[in-house]
């Protein structure tokens, strides 16, 4: 079946820093690779999508590039800020259950980021 | 549009009460779904329909949980006798389905919070 794995936060980093937070995921068609982003208190939304290999989505100065090779999907920033503090989830979407294109998500990953 | 409209935001009960969620998905779209988020379980799906009509219940964690869809612009979560391990944050989100390549991007409530004495 399709899974999602992430790594484990907290990340914790000085405002500036840069981020990275790993995403691999297992498919059994080929999925469209989505990142969302909880702050505090509120609903998951979505902060960028790649819909097939190699796409880079990006938004806000994250990036994360579709990697088939590597079935990856790492969440990258080059400098972050205190407002970037929130949990990020991994999630794929995928032809093959059922047609129905119900994502499946990863546990979420919590970042932290100190001025 | 105001997005997925979500209510309450914050419910407390005391164990053995019925609870009632609330959710208004955004206007055309087809899918809505119920998610629970807890820190030991992270973000699970319990149900969502395609059409108003249940597709995929398998998630729901037993008889006291519900819900139905009886038009397009709302839904209603029960738990009936809610209990202490129910509190939770419960989300509703809705989409327009298959979108592109399989690119089903989800819109979610800002949630109701949940916490049963």
């Known amino acids: 079946g399709n899974s999602v794995t992430q790594m484990e936060g907290p990340v914790t980093l000085s405002e500036e820093a840069f981020l990275t937070i790993n995403c691999t995921y297992t498919a059994t068609g080929y999925p469209s690779l989505f990142w969302y982003v909880q702050y505090p208190g509120e609903g998951l939304q979505l902060l960028l999508k790649?819909?097939?290999?190699?796409d880079k989505g990006s938004n806000k100065g994250f990036e994360a590039t579709y990697r088939k090779e590597t079935t990856s999907f790492h969440l990258e920033k080059g400098s972050v800020q205190v407002s970037d503090s929130a949990v990020y989830f991994c999630?794929?979407?995928?032809?093959?259950?059922?047609?129905?294109?119900?994502?499946?998500f990863g546990r979420g990953t919590s970042l932290i980021v100190h001025p | 549009d105001a997005g997925v409209i979500q209510s309450p935001r914050h419910e407390v009960t005391e164990m053995g009460q019925e609870v009632t969620l609330r959710c208004k998905p955004i206007s055309g779209h087809d899918y809505l779904f119920w998610y629970r988020q807890t820190m030991m379980r992270g973000l699970e799906l319990l149900i969502y329909f395609n059409n108003n009509v249940p597709i995929d219940d398998s998630g729901m964690p037993e008889d006291r949980f519900s819900a139905k869809m009886p038009n397009a612009s709302f839904s209603t979560l029960k738990i009936q006798p809610s209990e202490p391990r129910d509190s939770a944050v419960y989300f509703c989100a809705s989409s327009s389905g298959t979108g592109t390549s399989g690119a089903n991007v989800l819109t979610f409530g800002a949630g109701s919070r949940l916490t049963v004495l």
């Open positions: 999630a794929l979407s995928d032809a093959a259950r059922g047609g129905s294109y119900i994502p499946t």
């Open positions: 790649a819909t097939k290999a190699d």
